[in-house]
């Protein structure tokens, strides 16, 4: 009884890393690559993102992508300047964090657990494992070893598993109105983060 007690008494706070913490890098390095490929179609930004939800679903590397991407679309450059033009454009990004952000983390975690859930790449966790990132937080959940990534809503079933607390005990932060749709369906409080000035007061109205 007493541990039940605690569960319902325990609330969580889940963050998006990508457009809350950091700026939203995905398309800026993907239109980086496209000036670097000389396009001008469209499309192949189409091809990109839909070889990029493989890989934050945990079925290809960022590297593995860039072979394939290359190879599909017989294109006459190196793969392997794709992707280490693609990590020197995310660690340029990675190190302009929200200070905001982080001083709202800092005080919520005197009596939350406070949890990322972010759609990331293999290459990409390794560095933010090293950089200390993810040292952040108290539970860092990743599409790439959930299997699933956002808006699925297996990705938020897994969420809520791993932090083994009532749905409405747990508030989620995003950037992109259909995450925040997913999480407000799976049971979770949420947020469409648009800005740290504005999160504090939108926490304290849902919490």
Same mark, same amino acid.
């Given at each position: ?54 890989? /934050?679903?945990?079925?290809? &590397? ?11 679309e017989g294109l006459d ?13 995310? #660690?340029?990004?990675v190190n302009t964090k929200? #200070?905001?952000?982080?001083? +709202? ?8 657990? +406070?949890?990322?859930? /972010?759609? &990331?790449?293999?290459? +990409?966790?390794?560095? =933010?494992?090293? =950089? ?12 790439? #070893? ?22 409405? =005990? +747990? ?13 407000k369906d799976s049971g ?5 983060? /648009? ?13």
């Amino acid at each position: 009884m007493h541990s039940l007690i605690i569960i319902l008494m325990a609330k969580a706070v889940v963050f998006d890393i990508g457009g809350v913490l950091i700026p939203d890098h995905s398309l800026l390095i993907f239109e980086d690559i496209h000036r670097r490929i000389g396009g001008s179609d469209r499309a192949l930004l189409n091809i990109l993102a839909r070889h990029h939800r493989r890989v /934050t679903c945990g079925e290809e &590397t960022l590297a593995g992508m860039y072979q394939s991407v290359v190879e599909e679309e017989g294109l006459d450059i190196d793969p392997n300047e794709l992707f280490l033009d693609h990590i020197r454009v995310y #660690e340029e990004i990675v190190n302009t964090k929200d #200070e905001g952000v982080i001083a +709202i983390i800092d005080k919520l975690r005197q009596d939350h657990v +406070i949890a990322a859930m /972010t759609d &990331t790449e293999p290459e +990409i966790a390794e560095i =933010n494992r090293e =950089n200390g990132l993810f040292s952040l937080f108290d539970r860092v959940f990743l599409s790439i #070893e959930m299997g699933f990534s956002k808006p699925d809503p297996r990705a938020f079933e897994k969420v809520i598993e791993g932090l083994g607390l009532p749905p409405e =005990n +747990i508030s989620f932060i995003d950037d992109k109105a259909p995450n925040v749709s997913a999480a407000k369906d799976s049971g979770m409080k949420a947020i469409l983060f /648009t800005g740290a000035q504005s999160l504090m007061a939108e926490l304290g109205r849902i919490m």
